[in-house]
């Protein structure tokens, strides 16, 4: 197998990508509400002329949101996330071993402070943190 690096910012190996193909698909199709609500804005304000994707695959892993030109992860994390800190650590190590930056949200973030997740991914493109 190639060297996981070889792969950031693109699908999984072939062969991984064949299993986790459907699992992504179903996960754009049925987005949480959080999904959802991101989503509609990430893809509104094209954030700064930088471009997100939805579901995109990373080794054994499925990004919520990623922007390739930035090397940016976004993950927001829901009640399926409660009692897996183990889980997500290893998750977030594993895409900042591939040169990537990963900014996690909760539901509840998103839900009731729209503007300022949006305010905080801008300030991380722009690199105004």
């Not at 193909?21 to 987005?31: D, G, H, I, L, V």
């Not at 954030?47 to 090397?71: E, T």
């Amino acid at each position: 197998m190639t060297d996981d690096k070889q792969w950031a910012g693109k699908p999984s190996p072939p062969e991984l990508w064949k299993l986790l193909k459907p699992r992504a698909r179903e996960m754009r199709k049925n987005p949480t509400k959080a999904e959802s609500l991101l989503w509609g804005a990430l893809r509104l304000q094209k954030m700064h002329g930088f471009k997100f994707r939805r579901q995109h695959a990373f080794g054994p892993y499925i990004a919520d949101f990623y922007c390739a030109k930035a090397k940016l992860v976004i993950e927001i994390d829901g009640t399926s996330h409660d009692g897996r800190g183990e889980y997500d650590e290893a998750r977030t190590q594993y895409l900042e071993s591939l040169g990537l930056r990963v900014l996690r949200y909760s539901n509840e973030d998103v839900l009731q402070n729209l503007q300022g997740v949006v305010d905080g991914i801008a300030h991380v493109l722009l690199g105004d943190e």
